[in-house]
């Protein structure tokens, strides 16, 4: 009966323990990589950054054309709260 369970011990430790720890960390690794959709996903979002931003130059320009010291009035309306928010939030993408 001792055998038993020195037998059952050991096999767990050396046997089924590694095995476990060996397979949840290939796993892991797996999962951890980017799939063709998830690639695809991100060359989209790209895309649409860059567009959108191409888009806020246009503005910008448009505005600026109308009213030369819009900037200063928007600053004036940031709170500075809102401003840090976003600062970080830049950060964060980035």
């Known amino acids: 009966m001792h055998f038993l ?8 430790i050396f046997v089924v323990l590694p095995w476990l720890v060996l397979h949840y960390t290939t796993q892991w690794k797996n999962g951890a990589t980017l799939t063709r959709e998830d690639e695809q996903l991100l060359d989209d979002l790209y895309a649409l950054g860059h567009r959108l931003e191409e888009r806020m130059g246009a503005l910008e320009r448009i505005v600026t054309d109308e009213d030369p010291a819009w900037r200063s009035i928007a600053a004036d309306h940031r709170t500075p709260i809102r401003e840090t928010q976003d600062k970080e939030g830049l950060r964060r993408i980035r």
Do not use: E, I, K
């Open 5 to 12: 369970q020195s037998l059952f011990a050991l096999t767990l």
